[in-house]
């Protein structure tokens, strides 16, 4: 296609292009697929190329100023055409068509210089207006050189017209050919993205096999390194092997000299069991012995125990009068009160002394912990299953709180009666769990003020209930108080917090003998239920700790109002506890224990099957001698009385 010869050649008409063959031409640029874009840039530089050449034929035969206007003619449409295939890209069909129609009024243009060429080349001058003939000759010179144009022009527009039509015949097989090579541009464009994505696999699949065999290759290393340590271990395995072969025989030899030993082991353990069983057996025989001697050795010291206890003189009080008080040496059982008084007829005065005898006298210096000592063994009984029952008795100001719980601050050497006793159940009853003992506890804490019941673990605030003393059933002679919190206690520590709150709660009020007098008799009560699982055995045991009201007679407490009540219900109900103990060492059938509330609650703790210590306490004081002498009286009384032999509470 390149060897054809130009047809540039043939193209000899100075005729501009029509603008219906230039509207085609844009069309067919518009047609053409972007890929033929190149060669039809190619092919339009060739038009451009012809188009320059053809004014200068023109330009050869034609007047000069016609020559200019093909020039500046095709000079413009080359521009346009040089323009559009310089920039690289195929303008759309709406620029070509404004394009076109900016082109159409350069067609006149030739025509215009032609015309304007042939006047200029007619010779004369301009003829006068008279000549006639003369005007008619240069307008036949005019015709006869416009028919030469006409035929000049015809002929190029013949010839124009053929050229057009080989270059549209060449378009169209160009257009065939730009498709034909268009359709193998995309086919080899897709082949080329498949090949390259193929190449793209091919390349990553190198590089993964690549990957892959440097790891192969590391895992052989490390495996051939991992065989030569498992081959040493192996070695020393089959060393270790022989080693622990060797002694395995040894130990076989040693197993079957320690199963001897064992079967000979077993022999001794069994006859060591039985020889515990045996001890066991002897141990419990020797509690149950240690028991009944420890009750013996009590009713030997009799049932009804009595002990004096002398206060000490407070700072605030005289320490000269002390005389009227003697301890006998060497005699801790022995007490005496001495007076001066007047004879029956008034004239002379004589000393008169007043002997007692009592199951143990302390002098105003004993302490807290000598004290407990004489009556731990009483409080041993009630952990065995006996029924026990300790209360304070004596004036008011005599000691007898001060006996029964202590001060306030639980101190080791200042604690009562109660706090002492109370660790001393706990701490045996902890010993005795290894001998097959488990006991339960429950504690509770009353007063009685003007025969009235009160709850010391409620708030007085709270205190709005009928507390009432009934039987827990027809056949069954335990006492219980309704309404009453029993509560069950575990250890020592929570008991002692019982006993601050009872403290709180309990009535005391101002009297002649005492700003603090305890109005009331307060009774602690702690149920001690013990359980042998292995001897199948049961114990029920009620220890009561009891706070007597202050014994003053009325003249000298000098009670008035409310006062005098209560010191009136509080003799009556000591009356009551004295007629009830001398009617059961009289052995009376009717025993008067409903004639006051006190003897009612504590009847299964004062009868015959039951255990009773009492604590006279007395002041030093020479002021208080009358009252001192009436209640070691009472105390004799209650000394003398001889009750049953107290059986103890066992299932």
Not at 8 to 24: E, F, G, H, M, W
Not at 30 to 57: G, T, V
Not at 144 to 167: A, I
Not at 393 to 422: F, H, L, N
Request: net charge positive; charged share 30%; with cysteine.
């Amino acid at each position: 296609m390149e060897n054809k010869p130009p047809f540039a050649v043939k193209a000899t008409s100075r005729l501009p292009v029509p603008s219906s063959l230039r509207n085609k031409r844009v069309l067919s640029e518009e047609n053409l697929p972007a890929i033929d874009m190149k060669r039809f840039c190619e092919s339009s530089a060739e038009e451009e190329m012809i188009h320059r050449r053809i004014p200068a034929s023109i330009a050869t035969t034609r007047p000069k100023a016609l020559a200019v206007a093909a020039v500046t003619r095709s000079q413009v449409t080359g521009r346009k055409s040089v323009s559009s295939t310089r920039s690289g890209f195929r303008a759309p069909a709406s620029s070509a068509r404004v394009v076109n129609k900016k082109a159409i009024p350069s067609i006149s243009a030739p025509r215009t210089a032609g015309s304007s060429a042939v006047v200029a080349t007619v010779p004369g001058k301009k003829r006068a207006a008279w000549d006639l003939k003369g005007q008619v000759s240069d307008m036949r010179d005019k015709v006869t050189s416009y028919k030469d144009k006409v035929h000049l022009l015809s002929g190029d527009n013949v010839q124009l017209r053929r050229n057009m039509e080989e270059m549209q015949q060449r378009l169209d097989t160009l257009r065939v050919e730009n498709k034909e090579l268009s359709s193998r541009f995309c086919m080899l464009e897709t082949d080329m993205k498949t090949v390259q994505e193929k190449l793209q696999q091919s390349i990553h699949q190198v590089k993964e096999l690549t990957s892959l065999s440097t790891g192969q290759k590391q895992q052989i290393t490390d495996q051939l390194q991992t065989i030569q340590e498992l081959q040493e271990a192996k070695q020393s395995l089959c060393r270790l092997l022989d080693s622990a072969e060797l002694k395995l025989k040894q130990a076989e030899q040693e197993n079957s000299h320690l199963r001897d030993e064992t079967k000979a082991r077993r022999a001794q353990i069994g006859d060591l069991q039985q020889e515990i069983q045996e001890k066991e057996e002897k141990l419990h025989m020797q509690e149950m012995d240690r028991r009944h001697l420890h009750n013996v050795i009590q009713e030997l010291k009799g049932n009804i125990r009595v002990f004096c206890r002398v206060r000490p003189l407070l700072k605030s009080e005289d320490q000269k009068n002390l005389d009227q008080i003697h301890f006998p040496l060497q005699d801790k059982k022995s007490l005496v009160l001495s007076r001066t008084e007047e004879s029956h007829i008034g004239r002379e005065k004589e000393d008169v002394k007043y002997d007692f005898s009592f199951d143990h006298v302390f002098p105003p210096l004993s302490s807290q912990a000598e004290v407990f000592e004489e009556i731990s063994l009483l409080v041993q009984s009630a952990l065995d299953g006996y029924h026990v029952c300790i209360f304070a008795y004596g004036q008011t100001g005599s000691g007898k709180t001060y006996t029964m719980e202590g001060p306030d601050d639980m101190a080791d050497e200042t604690m009562g009666m109660i706090p002492r006793a109370v660790d001393q159940i706990f701490q045996h009853a902890a010993e005795l769990k290894s001998r097959g003992w488990t006991y339960k506890f429950t504690a509770n804490f009353l007063e009685i003020y003007n025969e009235t019941l009160q709850d010391l673990l409620v708030k007085r605030s709270e205190k709005n209930v009928d507390y009432e003393i009934k039987r827990v059933s027809a056949t069954n002679e335990e006492l219980h108080v309704t309404n009453l919190q029993y509560v069950a206690v575990a250890s020592k520590e929570e008991v002692y917090k019982l006993l601050h709150s009872a403290k709180m709660n309990r009535s005391v009020a101002k009297t002649s003998l005492n700003d603090r007098s305890s109005r009331s008799h307060s009774i602690f009560q702690l149920r001690i239920e013990g359980r042998n699982e292995m001897r199948d055995l049961k114990t029920n045991a009620v220890l009561s700790l009891v706070d007597l009201a202050g014994s003053e007679r009325l003249d000298k407490s000098l009670s008035k109002g409310d006062r005098l009540k209560e010191t009136q219900a509080i003799n009556s109900s000591l009356s009551n506890l004295g007629l009830v103990i001398t009617s059961l060492s009289n052995k009376d059938t009717h025993i008067p224990y409903r004639n006051s509330k006190l003897t009612y609650l504590l009847q299964n703790s004062l009868r015959g099957n039951s255990k009773m210590l009492m604590f006279v306490n007395i002041s030093p004081l020479g002021e208080n001698f009358s009252e001192s002498l009436n209640s070691l009286r009472f105390a004799s009384k209650v000394n003398e009385c001889v009750v049953g032999t107290a059986q103890v509470n066992r299932k």
